[in-house]
């Protein structure tokens, strides 16, 4: 089972490298290592399990996060449903994944992005699309795209960022934290 303690911490100089691109069909090691990704994910988003296995929630994770500098990610995206007696999640699985298109709207996170990488509190804001459309390759290797809004296309860029050696604490102006507030709008 996946801890939190086994989540490269950003000063790990692994994370500030370019993952490389998967081949199909994916070796047995990158199936494990996903459906680990997502259990992790899920566990740590419900209250219970997340206390009783000490997980910090999340709901992306990258491969190089875990040391492994390959081309995909996962999120684990809760579903609203009042309704419904327990939560519900769709899971993503993005291999090989490329932004193909985005809106010009910009957005950021009121409350500030977090990372599983990044154990401090930062503050500022990062620039994020409000819409955008990813292109990437499922476990069989059958192409796929996602569109997303608002907080999961912010996921999908913050995830991605970690594919291409960035973490959000990069998009942060040090100087000026709040850079462009005034342009975008707070989700």
Request: hydrophobic share 35%.
């Amino acid at each position: 089972m996946l801890k939190t303690k086994d989540i490269l911490d950003e000063k790990d100089k692994r994370l500030k490298q370019i993952s490389k691109e998967v081949t199909f069909p994916l070796s047995k090691e990158d199936k494990e290592t996903i459906n680990t990704m997502i259990q992790y994910l899920h566990d740590s988003q419900i209250d219970e399990l997340s206390e009783k296995y000490d997980l910090r929630p999340g709901m992306g994770l990258s491969a190089v996060q875990l040391g492994v500098l390959k081309r995909y990610f996962v999120v684990v995206y809760e579903i609203s449903d009042e309704d419904a007696e327990e939560k519900k999640f769709d899971n993503y699985v993005l291999i090989n994944p490329k932004m193909i298109s985005n809106s010009v709207e910009q957005i950021y996170v009121t409350d500030g992005e977090g990372c599983l990488s990044v154990n401090r509190p930062v503050e500022g804001i990062v620039p994020r699309y409000a819409r955008v459309t990813f292109e990437a390759y499922d476990m069989e290797g059958k192409k796929i795209h996602i569109r997303a809004r608002e907080d999961l296309a912010v996921c999908f860029q913050h995830e991605l960022d970690h594919l291409n050696g960035l973490l959000f604490t990069d998009h942060i102006d040090p100087k000026n934290p709040y850079k462009g507030k005034d342009s975008m709008r707070a989700i």
